[in-house]
């Protein structure tokens, strides 16, 4: 009929290699290895990414706070009032 899905052309001078997934290690060293390279990599960059969250955490209450002493009224203005 024609050529199958897979192989619609034919590509001269590529090699290509395939394992069965029945023969792979679906997490090799993941205990070993993976957890202290996480752990390893988030110290490296802490100072990094921390500052700017914590800036942006500061500025946002400070703002909020901010915003709410605006809404309220000032006593002093309502003193002569009846």
Do not use: C
Request: glycine residues 6%.
């Amino acid at each position: 009929m024609g050529l199958e899905f897979g192989n619609l052309t034919r590509m001269r001078h590529v090699i290509t290699y395939s394992l069965s997934p029945f023969e792979q290690r679906a997490f090799p060293h993941y205990f070993s290895k993976g957890i202290p390279n996480m752990l390893r990599r988030i110290r490296a960059s802490f100072f990094r990414s921390v500052p700017p969250f914590v800036g942006f955490y500061l500025v946002y209450t400070w703002g909020n706070q901010e915003f709410e002493k605006s809404r309220r009224k000032n006593p002093d203005a309502y003193e002569n009032d009846k």
